[in-house]
């Protein structure tokens, strides 16, 4: 694994990938225990991979499609991969985070291995798929802080920041990762709200579309 995608480097929040905060944030800090269920933990890692290229302006999403902008090589060999299967075939955006939703845990959990941030448990029974771990709970619990933080304190957002917060919201795990800023700033969630439509179009269709993908995946469930 190379370095950090191009042009994210500089942040100082988290990880400084989307898919690797998001990643953190569905699972406890210090168990590794998956806090939404395996198929929308999906759909949202694929957003948010998704959404890497979105934010470096790699492709544009519109009308319930994608288009890739800048086909360019990628520092990150993860967001290359998912670069080549955009630039090889057209699909609708439903269908790419579906494809993407298959893999993506497995692939991102991967990532963040190779940048040492976690570790993959044995499985202890061969039916028994191994946990993910953290390597530190500090490492595990950071994007989650920094984000609450700033949002408690009324700091500005960017946009990786409000992309996080709309597919944490679109995938419901919104609940369990921002419940300290909704007990304490409920109007700083309101604000953030607000503030996503301010985002290009194409983040705030990223966001709908994997909003839509959950909201059936959890009706077809139910069915």
Known sequence: MTG??????????????????????AHEESTGK??????????????????????????????GTVAVLDSSPREDALSGRVLEFLKQEQHPTRTWLAFFGQSAHDEVGRR????????????????QGGRWLPTSVDVAVRPTALLCTQLIRGQDLDPQDLVLI?????????Q????????????????????????RASLVELITQTEA???????AHRL
């Open 112 to 127: 963040l291995v190779g940048d040492g941030l976690l570790v993959r448990e044995a499985r202890k029974r061969p039916w």
């Open 176 to 199: 369990p990762v921002l419940w300290e800023v909704r007990q304490s700033r409920p109007a700083a969630l309101r604000r953030a709200g607000e503030l996503l439509g301010s985002l």
């Open 4 to 25: 950090h995608p191009h042009g994210q480097e500089s942040r100082a929040g988290g990880t400084g990938r989307l898919a690797d905060d998001f990643f953190l944030m």
């Open 213 to 219: 993908a959950v909201g059936s995946a959890i009706a």
């Open 34 to 63: 998956p806090r939404l269920a395996e198929r929308i933990a999906g759909l949202g890692l694929a957003g948010a991979l998704l959404g890497e290229l979105a934010l470096a302006e790699c492709i544009e999403l519109r009308d």
């Open 166 to 174: 709309g597919l944490l919201r679109a995938t419901g795990l919104d």
